[in-house]
């Protein structure tokens, strides 16, 4: 414990009438160096104001912002064994994974919801990057598993948004496992005739690109997010080349044909609703059938 920071530092601001001011209250953008205000970020949807840089959007906000009212049923968190291997590397697994939960007040990486965007039924996955970045590990396997089982129980589609460094490496195999188990639920979900769409966002790298985030029936893209398996300095040293300017960016993805379209993140909702009618063949303004059921695309 450092005992100046945390005993005499406060007592002397308490007894001066010192206020302290969260580390957080302005957030600079990396494009400028803009200096933005937390609220003012937070009401443009995480978007820097001037440059429309996108930052990194809390997997809570996230759902909330995406769901018509921002009225949604979250779906429960599985349950799956904490620290298998026992692993340790600077810091245990076991402390990593309790801090990621003080910081982000959620279980894993994945959040997941069932809720209506402009009226039609959905079930979105979310990643959490600020927990172990994104990492894909055997919760965050079975949550996605459990949200593709929950859209065929509901007859609906699945939406994901992956922001994640890739499998997470304190779980070893039991991380890897997780690609194939999540594969079998896409396809599950394209057996049956549910539409499937991925939005990409900042960053969706290594396993969850060799996954499920590149197997949408459509691929969106956040402006400006990196999508790609190993890093571009890795790559680099492999080839011992210099690879193009903006290399794996949603817009170089989208002018070689790895994406269907990049739309900014104020727009997404309504893309996703218009792209998801047309697949199930609804008129724009209709996202149900007679009895107030989710339409299936037929196979």
């Keep these: 414990m450092n005992w100046i920071t945390n005993y005499v530092r406060p007592r ?14 302005w957030i600079k953008c ?10 003012d970020l ?5 978007v820097i104001p001037a440059s429309g840089f996108h930052m990194k959007m809390p997997a809570k906000a996230r759902l909330a912002d ?10 429960p968190q599985p349950k799956v064994a904490q620290d298998p291997l026992k692993f340790r590397d600077s810091k245990k697994y076991a402390d990593r994974l309790k801090d990621s939960r003080i910081k982000t007040e959620q279980e894993d990486t994945i959040l997941a919801g069932l809720g209506k965007v402009e009226g039609l039924t959905l079930v979105a996955v979310v990643h959490e990057f ?11 396997g079975e949550a996605i598993v459990k949200a593709a089982e929950r859209a065929l129980a509901e007859r609906c589609p699945l939406v994901i948004f992956p922001a994640s460094g890739g499998a997470r490496m304190q779980e070893g195999i039991l991380s890897l496992m997780q690609l194939p188990r999540t594969t079998v639920a896409i396809d599950m ?3 049956e005739g549910l539409p ?48 193009p300017e903006g290399f794996q960016t949603a817009e170089y993805l989208l002018e070689h044909g790895m994406v269907d379209m990049v739309v900014k993140r104020h727009d997404i909702a309504h893309t996703l609703a218009t792209i998801l009618k047309i697949m199930l063949k609804q008129p724009a303004g209709d996202a149900s059938d007679e009895a107030g059921q989710p339409l299936a695309l037929s196979a």
């Design 12 to 25: 002397i601001n308490s007894m001066l009438g010192r206020r302290e001011v969260p580390e957080n209250l």
């Design 30 to 39: 990396p494009e400028t160096g803009e200096m933005v205000f937390h609220k």
């Design 42 to 46: 937070e009401e443009n949807k995480w």
């Design 66 to 75: 995406l769901f018509d009212g921002g009225v949604f049923e979250n779906l």
């Design 130 to 140: 600020n927990f172990i970045g994104g990492s894909l590990g055997m919760a965050a």
């Design 189 to 191: 979900l394209k057996e």
């Design 196 to 243: 499937y769409i991925v939005v990409l966002t900042n960053p969706t790298t290594g396993g969850v690109t060799a996954s499920y985030a590149m197997l949408g029936d459509v691929h969106i893209a956040e402006p400006g997010a990196e999508i790609g398996f190993a890093g571009k300095r890795v790559i680099e040293q492999t080839l011992r080349e210099k690879l």
